[in-house]
């Protein structure tokens, strides 16, 4: 039980086109999702929370016209980087928590690659 | 602010013998505290969580961590470490209702022969 998905599993793209990341709990309804970015050999850095049915709450120094969120249903976030640039080049893990059982807990994705060219 | 301290960068361990990586938390309150493996390439897989009781938590993969409130540690054990537990090990601490967890920097376990 317990597991979320994460489509695309890695993507290139060019500079100044848009990208869009869904994140999926497949056994699970998730009142809220979070998306985190990690750089390589670096701890994850929590970008936005992601509630169904309102509108993300974003760190401070994320950019929400650039990192597009939306989280329609109780099992789908999708995160849109909006005119990629080659410094958003990095990996995206969202994670969900369930709305039952154990809501404190967060489980992960597998994580998305993203390259800029 | 929650804040969560690993000391250790990297850890090297030889296979077979015992493992100990260390997190210290910074919060006001009772924490919820994690531990998360992330394999090479990997999202983040749950080995243990605590969040009141019983101090001493066992996870999966023969995992345990003890919180020491006196120490504001949270340190992850095991007895006996496989080649395949070689990953990268991130301790988190979230708030009571938490929305968001803090991770520490994490700590790279190298297992030799």
């Known amino acids: 039980g317990a597991v979320v998905s994460q489509h695309p599993s890695r993507v290139i793209c060019k500079s100044g086109t848009s990208v869009k990341i869904e994140c999926r709990s497949l056994?699970?309804?998730?009142?809220?999702m979070f998306w985190y970015r990690q750089f390589p050999k670096q701890s994850l850095m929590l970008m936005a929370t992601?509630?169904?049915?309102?509108?993300?709450?974003?760190e401070q120094g994320v950019e929400k016209d650039k990192f597009l969120i939306n989280h329609a249903s109780l099992t789908l976030s999708t995160l849109t980087v909006t005119s990629a640039h080659p410094e958003d080049s990095s990996f995206y893990i969202c994670?969900?928590?369930?709305?039952?059982?154990?809501?404190?807990?967060?489980?992960f994705g597998p994580g998305t690659r993203l390259l800029v060219l | 602010a929650q804040s969560v301290t690993q000391p250790d960068i990297h850890i090297t361990v030889s296979e077979g013998a015992s493992l100990e990586l260390r997190c210290n938390y910074s919060?006001?309150?009772?924490?919820?505290l994690f531990w998360y493996v992330q394999s090479p390439g990997q999202g983040l897989q749950l080995l243990l969580k605590?969040?009141?009781?019983?101090?001493l938590v066992q996870g999966i993969k023969g995992f345990e961590a003890e919180f020491k409130r006196s120490q504001s540690s949270f340190n992850l054990r095991k007895p006996s470490v496989h080649w395949s537990d070689a990953a990268e090990y991130f301790c988190?601490?979230?708030?009571?209702?938490?929305?968001?967890?803090?991770f520490g920097t994490g700590t790279r376990l190298l297992v030799s022969p």
């Open positions: 919060y006001g309150a009772t924490p919820y």
């Open positions: 992601s509630n169904e049915g309102s509108k993300a709450t974003y």
């Open positions: 056994d699970f309804q998730a009142t809220t």
């Open positions: 988190a601490v979230g708030k009571s209702g938490f929305q968001k967890l803090v």
């Open positions: 994670s969900a928590r369930s709305t039952s059982g154990v809501p404190e807990t967060q489980y």
């Open positions: 605590y969040f009141s009781g019983d101090t």
